[in-house]
């Protein structure tokens, strides 16, 4: 990156869009907030499962592999049979077969490799080898919504949070690049690695939550991740008038964290009507449509 660019992205904004467990609303409601923005980079964040694409359509423009850690890989004209890697495997991930000529030798399950490399360092054949793991691939493309960096992780890949990294430093190149003052993350479920990934460094956190026990404690626990990030944070509840006694309890727990109450979104069989047709809820005429822009003004004018 240049040192021009490097400047022009101190002065970008980068809303990261979360919820405490998947299937609130999340992915939803960052494609409408991405419509309403206009002049907004989006990042899709959400590797292991991402969908934000299903909305935004977006039109892949560049593909790369998303390459990280290692994966042992035995040699089988060299494995002598011996089953010392078997024994010092702490992750059950080698077994011994016979092969076609009835010899033993010992084959690694890639899925089940941590990539340790401790079969590597103590084979007495020296008959493993240890190559880069390819664990996914990354794309920045154009959707109708500006430009898109998103990702897909490979099944059972590790380092899902290297990758949110990678999708947040393209998506804040670009937005540099192109003079655009914001970034629209969805971020993945949880409290985990990839949230982590996902808020460090951020301007303004989005809790997406339910009115729900369990929504409760979810966001107890994202908005706790919050502050310890010192990410300023903002709390939706979806289908609030589900339980409007359980959102009032939500919203005052929020403003007890120190969070902003940005909205409450209606429940709105219309919101599976635009999903249907791979439309985002701002793109149509329901209800709910009304409840989310009231809630980008809302976060719009807090300045985050």
Request: proline share 4%; charged share 25%; glycine share 10%.
């Amino acid at each position: 990156m240049s040192p021009a660019v490097e400047r022009d992205t101190q002065d970008i904004r980068e809303l990261v869009v979360v919820s405490g467990k998947g299937g609130t609303g999340k992915t939803s409601l960052a494609a409408s907030l991405a419509v309403l923005a206009q002049n907004a980079v989006i990042a899709d964040c959400d590797v292991d499962a991402s969908d934000l694409h299903l909305l935004l359509d977006p039109q892949v423009l560049e593909r790369h592999e998303f390459v990280s850690g290692h994966e042992a890989v035995i040699r089988q004209q060299d494995c002598t049979g011996c089953g010392a890697c078997i024994d010092l495997c702490r992750y059950a991930a080698i077994a011994a077969r016979r092969d076609d000529a009835g010899r033993k030798v010992c084959s690694v399950d890639p899925v089940s490799c941590e990539g340790c490399g401790v079969c590597v360092r103590f084979c007495p054949e020296r008959a493993i080898d240890f190559p880069e793991r390819s664990c996914g691939e990354w794309m920045i493309s154009r959707s109708r919504s500006g430009p898109m960096v998103h990702a897909r992780l490979g099944i059972a890949a590790e380092n899902s949070g290297k990758l949110v990294s990678l999708v947040r430093r393209e998506a804040r190149r670009i937005a540099g690049e192109e003079g655009r003052s914001l970034i629209i993350v969805d971020g993945p479920p949880g409290i985990g690695c990839p949230v982590i990934a996902s808020l460090g460094g951020a301007s303004q956190v989005l809790v997406v939550t339910e009115p729900t026990v369990s929504g409760e404690h979810d966001l107890e626990r994202v908005l706790a991740l919050a502050r310890h990030f010192g990410v300023p944070a903002g709390v939706c509840v979806n289908k609030w008038d589900i339980n409007p006694e359980m959102t009032r309890r939500i919203e005052d727990m929020a403003r007890t964290a120190g969070a902003q109450v940005a909205g409450r979104i209606r429940y709105d069989a219309g919101v599976t009507s635009a999903q249907v047709a791979a439309r985002t809820v701002v793109e149509t005429e329901c209800p709910a449509a009304l409840d989310i822009r009231e809630l980008w003004e809302r976060i719009t004018h807090s300045g985050g």
